[in-house]
């Protein structure tokens, strides 16, 4: 009787190893596939971050000062999750050949492409951190909630990637409407602007946002040296555990119509 959930286990432990062996794959060969490699992971989001701190801080003057560490914050938390969600909901539908050719559980693909775009936002994000310190943030106490901010935003990502890599292959114009919801998220996720310094009737719908509450308790934590606000943390960490569970589910469910689609 033992052997039976022995084999399922040991087939979990496989496709676990068989994410960590992609996600390092596609990191290695997206790093050869350009002349400075890796470095492009830095240079990427350097200048794009350059280019809005251009536009808003010196052509339109906003922000005044710490406006530079208030944008920079914003952008990469942003980033990580613009990025993570929108190649881990077309994964399985980028992935239809190799599907066709060898069974392997669809969650896979999701699961490797939010895998590797978290390693290149780590090392962005370590690069913010050394940012924000030579520029006179220093570490405090309340850095201590950075894992558990980090846990959030990675199970939030992780749930709309896989709940919308269960529909992609169905639904290919699934596509074009993410890529302009993201658009208009970025404006009014606060990246740009603190929520509070809008009228009042206006700042709950923008913090139904789950990312522009997750801005906003990085701010505190890295800018502010205070303790995040805990119950919309809690609130996104719950409905992403959810989400996580419903996008696995109907991704099983259709395991073997997706060859058949893509």
């Not at 062996?21 to 350097?46: C, M, N, Q």
């Not at 993570?84 to 399985?92: D, K, L, R, S, V």
């Not at 929520?195 to 997750?214: D, G, H, K, M």
């Amino acid at each position: 009787m033992a052997a039976i959930p022995d084999r399922a286990q040991n087939r979990r432990s496989h496709y676990v190893n068989l994410v960590l062996y992609k996600v390092y794959a596609e990191l290695r060969a997206e790093s050869a596939r350009t002349y400075v490699g890796f470095l492009w992971w830095i240079v990427d989001p350097v200048l794009s971050m350059a280019v809005y701190y251009g536009v808003f801080a010196l052509l339109l003057d906003r922000g005044g000062a710490g406006f530079v560490p208030f944008l920079f914050v914003g952008l990469v938390t942003f980033r990580w999750l613009n990025m993570a969600i929108a190649h881990g909901a077309t994964a399985i539908r980028e992935n239809g050949n190799l599907m066709r050719q060898v069974y392997l559980p669809g969650i896979v693909f999701p699961a490797v492409a939010v895998l590797t775009d978290t390693v290149k936002f780590a090392v962005v994000f370590g690069l913010l951190l050394g940012f924000l310190w030579i520029s006179g943030y220093p570490v405090a106490i309340p850095y201590l909630a950075l894992p558990v901010l980090l846990g959030v935003e990675l199970l939030l990502i992780a749930a709309v990637a896989s709940m919308l890599a269960s529909v992609m292959p169905f639904v290919p114009d699934l596509e074009i409407i993410l890529s302009n919801s993201f658009r208009i998220l970025f404006f009014v996720s606060g990246i740009f602007f603190s929520i509070s310094s809008v009228p009042e009737r206006y700042q709950l719908y923008l913090r139904l946002n789950p990312i522009a509450s997750l801005i906003e308790a990085f701010r505190a934590v890295l800018l502010e040296n205070q303790w995040p606000a805990w119950t919309p943390v809690l609130w996104i960490a719950a409905l992403s555990v959810a989400g996580i569970a419903l996008g696995v589910r109907q991704i099983a469910r259709y395991d073997r119509v997706y060859p058949k689609l893509t």
